[in-house]
């Protein structure tokens, strides 16, 4: 490819005749619907950091990562901002000098804080699972410095599976002021176009929503059984009917607070990963789908997307 046939490409993407979204129904979604998720988010975020900092939480493995949790939930929040200023605010491309540089930015810090928002909350779902399940190994594998040694890890894993949209070869701006089509893959590769479109949100949707949500449910599920068993082992024989009733409820009640907290968690994050899969299978297998209807369905998953990080 030529001088004259990138130039004309860059043309190209910057004023797209063929895509006219509903105006009105981005507008309402990243202006409005953003503005409500940020109260909401960062007062959120900000009040659970200041809970986790006090010094009785802030020394164990499972307050520092809480702590975790809602610094990478206040980042995604943070990044969200350019969006709604561009989609909801301006109503148009903005930085088009350095686009492409903002598009490798802002897509590698998503889909890296994603990946480590959900896996943090493995974190905490394995740490409690093994409070219950070796009670004397507490001390010495719940540590907060253990914590730590498992919070790097898992972003070291985030870089290198994101670290392919910092490519400035592969990946960079494509519609720019469009939501979904803002950036993507560089037509300069069709191996990649192919595998960012088709391949990427499966992956995406594997390691960032479903397995994570598996491993939560099952390490909560059998923390109740664990805690059920003990209790019922150490149990005296003489016990008031009404205190087995409370710690009965009490039990049950954590147990559905965590499957409740899972199914939240996969019914924000993995809608956005699935609306991509089919429509880009869709795009791929005709040519009459209506990009303008992909753009429209793609904001309002991704605002739903943006509920996990706030709620």
Same mark, same amino acid.
């Given at each position: 490819?030529?001088?004259?046939?990138?130039?004309?490409?860059?043309?190209? !993407?910057?004023?797209?005749?063929?895509?006219?979204?509903?105006?009105?129904?981005?507008?309402?979604?990243?202006?409005?619907?953003?503005?409500?998720?940020?109260?909401?988010?960062?007062?959120?975020?900000?009040?659970?950091?200041?809970?986790?900092?006090?010094?009785?939480?802030?020394?164990?493995?499972?307050?520092?990562?809480?702590?975790?949790?809602?610094?990478?939930?206040?980042?995604?929040?943070?990044?969200?901002?350019?969006?709604?200023?561009?989609?909801?605010?301006?109503?148009?491309?903005?930085?088009?000098?350095?686009?492409?540089?903002?598009?490798?930015?802002?897509?590698?810090?998503?889909?890296?804080?994603?990946?480590?928002?959900?896996?943090?909350?493995?974190?905490?779902?394995?740490?409690?699972?093994?409070?219950? !399940?070796?009670?004397?190994?507490?001390?010495?594998?719940?540590?907060?410095?253990?914590?730590?040694?498992?919070?790097?890890?898992?972003?070291?894993?985030?870089?290198?599976?994101?670290?392919?949209?910092?490519?400035?070869?592969?990946?960079?701006?494509?519609?720019?002021?469009?939501?979904?089509?803002?950036?993507?893959?560089?037509?300069?590769?069709?191996?990649?176009?192919?595998?960012?479109?088709?391949?990427?949100?499966?992956?995406?949707?594997?390691?960032?929503?479903?397995?994570?949500?598996?491993?939560?449910?099952?390490?909560?599920?059998?923390?109740?059984?664990?805690?059920?068993?003990?209790?019922?082992?150490?149990?005296?024989?003489?016990?008031?009917?009404?205190?087995?009733? !409370?710690?009965? !409820?009490?039990?049950?009640?954590?147990?559905?607070?965590?499957?409740?907290?899972?199914?939240?968690?996969?019914?924000?994050?993995?809608?956005?990963?699935?609306?991509?899969?089919?429509?880009?299978?869709?795009?791929?297998?005709?040519?009459?789908?209506?990009?303008?209807?992909?753009?429209?369905?793609?904001?309002?998953?991704?605002?739903?997307?943006?509920?996990?990080?706030?709620?």
């Amino acid at each position: 490819m030529d001088a004259t046939s990138n130039g004309t490409l860059a043309l190209a !993407r910057q004023s797209p005749s063929f895509v006219h979204p509903d105006a009105t129904l981005l507008v309402i979604l990243y202006r409005y619907g953003l503005a409500f998720i940020f109260f909401i988010g960062f007062s959120g975020n900000f009040a659970s950091l200041v809970t986790f900092m006090s010094p009785v939480l802030r020394v164990t493995s499972t307050g520092f990562l809480f702590f975790m949790v809602a610094i990478s939930d206040m980042l995604y929040l943070m990044v969200s901002i350019f969006e709604f200023v561009e989609v909801g605010i301006v109503q148009g491309p903005i930085f088009l000098s350095v686009y492409d540089s903002v598009c490798r930015f802002r897509w590698f810090s998503k889909g890296f804080i994603r990946f480590c928002s959900a896996w943090f909350l493995v974190l905490i779902a394995i740490d409690r699972w093994l409070r219950a !399940r070796f009670p004397f190994k507490v001390n010495q594998w719940c540590t907060r410095r253990n914590a730590l040694i498992t919070v790097l890890f898992t972003s070291v894993l985030g870089v290198g599976l994101h670290g392919h949209m910092l490519s400035a070869q592969l990946f960079g701006g494509y519609f720019p002021g469009i939501p979904s089509l803002a950036c993507g893959a560089l037509n300069q590769s069709f191996f990649y176009l192919r595998f960012f479109f088709t391949q990427w949100p499966i992956i995406q949707i594997t390691f960032i929503s479903i397995i994570p949500v598996l491993l939560i449910l099952a390490s909560s599920i059998n923390i109740y059984l664990i805690i059920h068993k003990e209790k019922n082992r150490i149990q005296p024989i003489i016990t008031s009917n009404h205190a087995h009733r !409370r710690q009965t !409820r009490l039990q049950r009640n954590m147990l559905l607070l965590m499957i409740s907290s899972a199914i939240l968690f996969s019914s924000t994050t993995l809608p956005i990963s699935v609306c991509q899969i089919i429509n880009a299978y869709r795009i791929a297998a005709s040519f009459s789908v209506d990009i303008n209807k992909v753009i429209n369905e793609e904001a309002i998953v991704n605002l739903i997307l943006e509920f996990n990080y706030a709620v």
